[in-house]
């Protein structure tokens, strides 16, 4: 395997920002991990069956520091299918944090492997608007869907409302990729900061010692 560049202490800091935007405190300092560019994006989810709670990102390539916490807050309040995340909530949180890698066009459609392959979609609407969607690896894999069930979904996710035809799919132009991710929970989270709560509360932003 290759080496990683994505690494457990990058959805950490993700806690940092989002747990310090919810209480007041200042936002944490910048962290040691790399500072390179790359596409990125944040997902929460919540509970024992992990729920989807917001999920946003950019295939802009951003330096890690400023891009995951903008984007730790922007798919934590601003995803525009659920409500923004509250304190009350962080306990049951689990943060994944995707870098996107090998971006490559696909000769059609169905040129990309489910669970291998994130995939990004670009098509005309029945208003004639370009419109544009994307599904990160995991997400057909998870969902148990075959190829043309992602599509479609993924063309629903795109705000596609006519009829979806085996001519229509042919029109989409397709870019896959691939991520590394990693996730954490709540508690993971708790455990590694933890030279920093006192009964069970913090006492202090999250984010003192471990990046000083």
């Known amino acids: 395997t290759k080496n990683l560049v994505v690494t457990a202490e990058m959805c950490c800091y993700c806690f940092d920002v989002l747990y310090c935007h919810l209480y007041g405190f200042p936002q944490p300092r910048l962290p040691r991990f790399t500072n390179d560019p790359y596409p990125l994006f944040v997902t929460w989810k919540t509970g024992r069956d992990k729920r989807l709670r917001g999920c946003i990102g950019t295939f802009s390539a951003m330096n890690l520091h400023s891009g995951l916490r903008e984007y730790t807050l922007t798919s934590?309040?601003?995803?525009?299918?659920?409500?923004?995340l509250t304190r009350e909530e962080l306990p049951k949180l689990f943060c994944s944090?995707?870098?996107l890698t090998n971006f490559e066009d696909a000769s059609d459609y169905l040129d990309w492997e489910?669970?291998?392959h994130g995939i990004r979609i670009e098509f005309i609407?029945?208003?004639g608007v370009k419109r544009t969607a994307t599904y990160l690896p995991e997400v057909a894999k998870e969902q148990d869907w075959d190829q043309i069930q992602t599509i479609d979904s993924l063309l629903r996710k795109?705000?596609?409302?006519?009829?979806i035809t085996s001519e229509f799919r042919k029109t989409i132009k397709l870019t896959r990729y691939r991520?590394?991710?990693v996730t954490i929970s709540y508690?993971?989270?708790?455990a590694s900061r933890q030279h920093c709560f006192q009964n069970g509360t913090l006492h202090a932003p999250?984010?003192?010692?471990?990046?000083?």
């Open 76 to 84: 934590a309040l601003k995803d525009s299918r659920f409500p923004p």
């Open 125 to 127: 609407n029945e208003k």
């Open 97 to 99: 944090v995707s870098l």
């Open 158 to 163: 795109g705000g596609f409302k006519a009829p």
């Open 206 to 212: 999250p984010l003192y010692n471990h990046y000083s």
């Open 187 to 190: 508690a993971e989270y708790i």
């Open 114 to 116: 489910v669970g291998v």
């Open 179 to 181: 991520s590394e991710k």
